[in-house]
Each structure stands twice: as structure tokens, then as C-alpha cells.
């Protein structure tokens, strides 16, 4: 059995002029805005913590940003974080050598690669459910356009 279409949030159905009764969501998550801006948390490292901040000013100007997504910045922040950082190592010596029984030099990747992947496609998933990937921002774009479009002509 499939999942279904994804769900669209509300301001988004507003936008699109499709924000019929029978396809707004009935149990709404109360949205809690946050009043002050959110320090990063201190386990993030040096670069998490800039991506947090860059990510949570983003948020804010488009007032997606409340505490019930908060742990997702956080998770996303700390995951892209961790792909700078080991990218950054992995970058230094793209393969390790070692010896065998007999003797043989064998390379062999980093690991550090296989990691910096897989916190890079963590980081990718959380980053589209925000609208901060390059596609998702696009698609934002063109509606926007397209209403201005439309408010255009009505008005004229």
C-alpha cells in the first residue's frame, strides 16, 4: 500500500487558492512561535552552530519558525555539520593504505567518505521538508509569481 500524497501545509493551500474546507487538516498541531531567537545548542560544532543560525534567521523571515520544528533544526544543523567536518578530514587523504598478511600494500577508501555522505543525505531529506533546498525554493518562487500574476490582473 502507498503513503498517500505528501501533505501541503495550510499557508501554502492559501496561496494556491486550494484552501477548501474538505482538504484542510482537521487536527491541527497548535504552532507554538518562538519570541526570542534560539541560541544553538552547544554540542553543535563550529559549523553547525553558523548553520543553525543561518537556518533559524532564514525561518523566522518567513515565519516558519516555531518550537515544534526546532528539534528538526537542530538535527538538520548537526548533520550538515557534520559533513563539513568530515569532508574536510576525508578531503586530506581520499584513500588509506595498508598492509596485508603477505605484505601488500592495499588501499582502501576513508571511511570518512561513506560518513560524509550519508550526513549530507540525512541534512538533504530535513532541508526539503523546510523549503531551503534549491528545488523546493524554485517551486515557492513560481507560485509566488504566478499569484502576483494573478492579484495583477484582478486589480488592474
Known sequence: MTRGRKKIPEKLKKAKGTDQPCRMQEN??????LND???APTFLGRNGKKIFKNVTEYLDSVEMLNIN???LIVAYSNELGKYYEYEGEAKKNRLLER???QGNIIKT???LNKMANEALNNAMRMAAEFGITPQAQTKILAL?????EAN???FD
Request: glycine letters at 4%; a neutral charge.
Open 144 to 148: 509566488i509569481s504566478n499569484i502576483q
Open 37 to 39: 531567537m534560539p541560541k
Open 109 to 111: 577508501p576513508n571511511p
Open 99 to 101: 598492509m596485508d598478511g
Open 69 to 71: 520544528n526546532f528539534p
Open 28 to 33: 491541527k498541531i497548535p504552532l507554538t512561535k
Open 152 to 154: 495583477d490582473e484582478f
